[in-house]
């Protein structure tokens, strides 16, 4: 843990289980948390933050420029691109921007010192300043742009230093959830009880255990007819940190954009949530 | 052959469930799972696996400690924070997390120790299976690892090639939520997207996206709204953005319990006599042969 501030990280192998759901409302119930969105390819927290102040910045990710004056069309470039990102003719250098990692070696090894590098854009950095309650970073990816991780990156070196994080994250246990969850203190997975709930669970808590992130589950949508999740848990050891009912009122006022902390029924269950989870966190 | 890929941007607004019953219905399809990471296909098709293999996604940097002289000079060149020195002022070692390695080699050529060997690094299986509606094409990815853009392109590969051998005219996609590496390498060469979207909010943002990334593309796509019952509202929101995108609104799938109880029972809503929800998904199947061309039989 650094300090006071803490890292929670709310993730799920399958897509749609409530994740974002959970993390707005448990922002809410947390007070003068930041409530990070890394789910770059599709950001939704925004749309519970509509009146806020909004502040966007540019990012950027490198990619080769080179200088036909001094290429001499070696080919060193393209031999050292492990993306082939770089193609070289008998008078033409050919970069593709989109398979570029920005890894740095055509700049390094080109022995005419004719590879620099420019700016290729890559999406947004969003700030929205609330008039009360958790503030909103999130980024936004360039629609087309194929990787997601280097605007991740930038969006968590915005993180204001001794402020409490909640990050909501992209779905799934590729690379782009390792990047979200991996400097938490705690991940809470969300979950429901279907049998593909129950399955991406399975490969979610393989990944954070490698990861060495302590976590706990979150089961949403209770009551549906399908596997005991949380018996799944208990058999595990895998805390089950709160629930929440499948009902039509919480899916409908979900989809009309309303946060589920502001009805008086739901809200104890996220300030149980809140509390259990900061307990959870100093005990471990 | 026609490739017929679902997506949706958003997660959890039923491309499995939808896909699933489309296996059913279709008499000539091959089917492939490219939601790489977190599979869910195979839960309602119980593959029988005839062939596997293993899947090489990319290098990885490993070093070799005997020949490490510990003199960091690689540390400061990897771009991805993937080489660390540890240990006390004493005594400093050179470590490379593999977890962030993206296998660009810079450290191995500048190693003047030859210290550090690049590796294949297994990210994946993959798996040809025979299903009660054909054969399926399916893979895992390694909790965590990287390139899951290239594990779906092999897998689609793989399926054309089995729609080919076996003569099929349909090779029907399942896709991963998002609008990254792995939507962009399912939506590639691509004859039509279905792009399924759900009544909500976060419903429209994210089909804002996926239809902008499909434009792009230009693969042509159509929109299904899945459970449209749950907000009227938003359905025609949707639909009318969908129509101002150029992309036609093809059909509404209501919200019905017994396509949670088929799931619960590992099984597709078409196999469970029919309903309301059944009959919407034959009309929309029938909707998507006709838009995309393909061959019936």
């Known amino acids: 843990m650094r300090g006071v501030s803490i890292r929670i990280a709310i993730a799920s192998g399958k897509g749609g289980t409530g994740?974002?759901?959970?993390?707005?409302?448990l922002a809410a119930a947390w007070r003068e948390a930041l409530?990070?969105?890394?789910?770059?390819?599709?950001p939704n927290c925004y749309l519970f933050f509509q009146d806020g102040d909004t502040t966007t910045k540019k990012a950027f990710r490198p990619v080769p420029l080179i200088d036909t004056d001094k290429c001499n069309y070696c080919g060193r470039c393209a031999?050292?691109?492990e993306y082939h990102a770089i193609a070289v003719f008998q008078k033409q250098v050919m970069v593709f921007d989109e398979l570029c990692h920005g890894c740095g070696a055509c700049t390094l090894f080109c022995p005419k010192g004719a590879v620099s590098e420019k700016d290729h854009y890559i999406g947004d950095i969003v700030r929205v300043q609330s008039k009360g309650g958790a503030d909103?970073?999130?980024g936004r990816l360039k629609v087309r742009e194929a990787s997601a991780t280097p605007l991740m990156r930038q969006v968590k070196r915005e993180i204001d230093v001794g402020r409490s994080v909640i990050v909501d994250c992209p779905p799934g246990t590729a690379c782009t959830a390792v990047e979200s969850i991996r400097d938490s203190d705690l991940c809470v997975l969300v979950t429901e009880p279907t049998p593909f709930g129950l399955h991406d669970l399975k490969l979610s808590l393989e990944m954070t255990k490698r990861l060495k992130v302590p976590s706990v589950v979150f089961i949403n949508k209770t009551g549906l007819r399908g596997p005991d999740v949380a018996r799944f848990c208990a058999g595990k050891k895998v805390r089950v940190i709160g629930e929440l009912p499948y009902e039509r009122e919480i899916a409908e006022a979900y989809s009309k954009g309303k946060l589920i902390f502001n009805s008086p029924k739901y809200r104890p269950a996220f300030e149980a949530l809140a509390e259990a989870v900061r307990q959870e966190v100093r005990s471990a | 052959m026609t490739e017929i890929v679902v997506l949706s941007g958003k997660g959890g607004t039923g491309k499995t469930t939808l896909l699933a019953s489309f296996?059913?219905?279709a008499k000539n399809a091959v089917l492939a799972d490219c939601d790489v990471d977190a599979p869910n296909l195979h839960l309602l098709l119980k593959p029988h696996v005839r062939e596997k293999g293993k899947f090489v996604g990319s290098k990885i940097a490993h070093l070799v400690g005997p020949l490490c002289k510990n003199c960091g000079e690689c540390v400061p060149l990897c771009r991805f924070d993937a080489i660390k020195v540890i240990g006390s002022q004493h005594v400093k070692k050179v470590a490379i997390d593999e977890r962030l390695c993206e296998g660009c080699g810079v450290c191995s050529r500048v190693c003047r120790y030859k210290a550090i060997t690049?590796?294949?690094r297994v990210v994946g299986e993959w798996f040809v299976s025979d299903t009660r509606f054909g054969t399926m094409v399916h893979a895992l990815l390694e909790p965590g690892a990287?390139?899951?853009g290239k594990l779906v392109a092999f897998v689609k590969q793989k399926a054309k090639l089995e729609a080919k051998r076996l003569g099929r005219s349909i090779v029907l996609v399942d896709g991963p939520p998002g609008i990254g590496c792995p939507a962009i390498s399912v939506l590639s060469g691509a004859n039509l997207a279905v792009l399924v979207a759900e009544p909500t909010q976060s419903g429209s943002s994210d089909f804002g996206r996926i239809a902008e990334l499909a434009r792009g593309f230009a693969v042509p796509a159509v929109l299904i709204m899945n459970r449209y019952d749950l907000n009227l509202n938003m359905t025609e929101v949707i639909e009318l953005q969908a129509k101002e995108a150029g992309i036609v609104p093809l059909g509404r799938i209501p919200h019905d319990e017994a396509v949670v109880n088929a799931m619960a029972d590992g099984r597709t809503v078409m196999e469970c006599g029919s309903?309301?929800?059944t009959e919407a998904i034959e009309q929309t199947w029938n909707a998507v042969l006709r838009v995309s061309g393909a061959a019936v039989g």
């Open chain 1, 19 to 25: 994740k974002t759901l959970v993390a707005t409302s």
């Open chain 2, 118 to 120: 690049m590796e294949d």
């Open chain 1, 136 to 138: 909103l970073l999130y």
């Open chain 2, 146 to 148: 990287e390139n899951s």
């Open chain 2, 275 to 277: 309903g309301k929800a």
């Open chain 1, 35 to 42: 409530i990070v969105d890394l789910d770059v390819e599709e």
């Open chain 1, 79 to 81: 031999e050292v691109c």
């Open chain 2, 23 to 25: 296996a059913a219905l």
